[in-house]
């Protein structure tokens, strides 16, 4: 099937009590067994529920993976990749990532004896050459929010020739643009609060895996942890996937639109975007996804600058997370990356007057006027 059908129809089948098209809201905390050890494959809503498997099923079919886990966020769905480490076993990371996850791996799992390393991703060759043993590589790309490249086929290369993981954060694409475990990834995860849900209305992750091995085993971690997808939150993103490729080339082309007003405008010192043909890993970029996305950021030289706009701008929301077929406006250095010390965002390049936007759905002119009117405050 083609990728718009399998968003409507994967994982999703007729409802077989009602005949119900969307899959229903099985709210159920537990369920009726005719006898000891008899039951019709569902015992109690942590381990089995019909809803969040749906989801399960439709994510893994549009990422192409063997399996997928929901789980009750973003970071619950990292949390559960990461239980494949053992303490002393060594993660290395692309050096600019979503600082929930910098500081999950440095502030918890660090404690158990995990170690984590962070390095330059973008450059593959100088990368297995400085990467040392590992048995996890965990990547996004693009970086968030620097919008760095990484080349997903030759780190694959890089990682197994280790005996490792290749593990991609594919959130700012979502597989309607790039399906990383085609390129040779062998897990993706997703904050399904992103464009997969798109409705700004559901926290939640996924993780998709390519083999049966790896999904038994996170199969066992959702139940055993227990930190699952609500099934009202199942149906929420349920919702989203089925208009996903309906809205992603929306996203791109406001996002393109947007891109080119900022870069042209004299208030904007650098947009950080990957469809710019200058854009440092553009043409990796260019092999290994079919689109740009909408997520940018630019850079407005000092936080006072930061401010103003972001004072100014109403049609934007100034907001965490992104997405959602609105537009969401935030401040990286005291938001999304506010647990990095200063030291770390000034080495990163996260400066105070870099600004990271989420292209939505609306008339691009009326962003346009939005973004005008808020660099005039600058």
């Given at each position: 099937?083609?990728?718009?059908?399998?968003?409507?129809?994967?994982?999703?089948?007729?409802?077989?009590?009602?005949?119900?098209?969307?899959?229903?809201?099985?709210?159920?905390?537990?369920?009726?067994?005719?006898?000891?050890?008899?039951?019709?494959?569902?015992?109690?809503?942590?381990?089995?529920?019909?809803?969040?498997?749906?989801?399960?099923?439709?994510?893994?079919?549009?990422?192409?993976?063997?399996?997928?886990?929901?789980?009750?966020?973003?970071?619950?769905?990292?949390?559960?990749?990461?239980?494949?480490?053992?303490?002393?076993?060594?993660?290395?990371?692309?050096?600019?990532?979503?600082?929930?996850?910098?500081?999950?791996?440095?502030?918890?799992?660090?404690?158990?004896?995990?170690?984590?390393?962070?390095?330059?991703?973008?450059?593959?060759?100088?990368?297995?050459?400085?990467?040392?043993?590992?048995?996890?590589?965990?990547?996004?790309?693009?970086?968030?929010?620097?919008?760095?490249?990484?080349?997903?086929?030759?780190?694959?290369?890089?990682?197994?020739?280790?005996?490792?993981l290749l593990v991609v954060d594919n959130t700012f694409l979502s597989p309607f643009f790039q399906r990383p475990l085609?390129?040779?990834?062998?897990?993706?995860?997703?904050?399904?609060?992103?464009?997969?849900?798109?409705?700004?209305?559901?926290?939640?992750?996924?993780?998709?895996?390519?083999?049966?091995?790896?999904?038994?085993?996170?199969?066992?971690?959702?139940?055993?942890?227990?930190?699952?997808?609500?099934?009202?939150?199942?149906?929420?993103?349920?919702?989203?996937?089925?208009?996903?490729?309906?809205?992603?080339?929306?996203?791109?082309?406001?996002?393109?639109?947007?891109?080119?007003?900022?870069?042209?405008?004299?208030?904007?010192?650098?947009?950080?975007?990957?469809?710019?043909?200058?854009?440092?890993?553009?043409?990796?970029?260019?092999?290994?996804?079919?689109?740009?996305?909408?997520?940018?950021?630019?850079?407005?030289?000092?936080?006072?600058?930061?401010?103003?706009?972001?004072?100014?701008?109403?049609?934007?929301?100034?907001?965490?997370?992104?997405?959602?077929?609105?537009?969401?406006?935030?401040?990286?250095?005291?938001?999304?990356?506010?647990?990095?010390?200063?030291?770390?965002?000034?080495?990163?390049?996260?400066?105070?007057?870099?600004?990271?936007?989420?292209?939505?759905?609306?008339?691009?002119?009326?962003?346009?006027?939005?973004?005008?009117?808020?660099?005039?405050?600058?």
């Amino acid at each position: 099937m083609g990728f718009a059908t399998d968003c409507i129809h994967a994982g999703q089948e007729p409802d077989p009590t009602t005949g119900a098209v969307t899959v229903p809201i099985y709210q159920t905390s537990t369920y009726v067994q005719e006898g000891i050890g008899q039951h019709k494959g569902y015992e109690y809503a942590r381990t089995h529920n019909l809803t969040r498997r749906s989801l399960e099923r439709n994510l893994a079919a549009l990422e192409g993976g063997a399996d997928a886990y929901c789980f009750a966020s973003g970071m619950a769905a990292t949390q559960a990749v990461l239980t494949l480490m053992k303490g002393g076993e060594r993660v290395v990371v692309s050096d600019n990532v979503y600082g929930g996850t910098h500081r999950f791996f440095t502030k918890v799992l660090a404690r158990y004896g995990v170690q984590f390393a962070f390095l330059e991703a973008s450059d593959a060759v100088a990368f297995d050459r400085a990467a040392g043993e590992f048995r996890m590589l965990w990547i996004e790309t693009p970086t968030n929010p620097l919008m760095k490249v990484c080349d997903i086929a030759a780190l694959a290369e890089v990682a197994h020739r280790r005996d490792a993981l290749l593990v991609v954060d594919n959130t700012f694409l979502s597989p309607f643009f790039q399906r990383p475990l085609a390129l040779g990834a062998d897990v993706v995860v997703h904050s399904t609060t992103k464009f997969l849900n798109g409705h700004s209305d559901s926290v939640g992750g996924v993780a998709v895996v390519k083999d049966q091995k790896l999904a038994e085993w996170l199969r066992y971690v959702q139940n055993a942890a227990g930190a699952i997808l609500s099934p009202f939150d199942s149906w929420l993103v349920l919702r989203g996937t089925k208009p996903l490729a309906l809205r992603m080339p929306r996203h791109e082309e406001n996002g393109r639109v947007v891109a080119r007003f900022l870069r042209d405008h004299p208030k904007v010192r650098r947009v950080y975007w990957p469809g710019f043909e200058d854009h440092p890993g553009h043409e990796v970029h260019r092999r290994q996804a079919t689109g740009f996305g909408s997520m940018i950021s630019f850079d407005l030289g000092s936080l006072e600058a930061a401010q103003r706009l972001l004072r100014t701008v109403r049609l934007c929301s100034l907001a965490e997370s992104l997405g959602g077929v609105e537009t969401l406006i935030s401040h990286p250095a005291t938001m999304t990356h506010a647990g990095y010390t200063q030291g770390e965002r000034d080495a990163l390049g996260i400066g105070q007057g870099l600004v990271r936007i989420s292209v939505g759905c609306e008339d691009a002119e009326d962003l346009l006027a939005d973004l005008r009117r808020g660099l005039e405050a600058v």
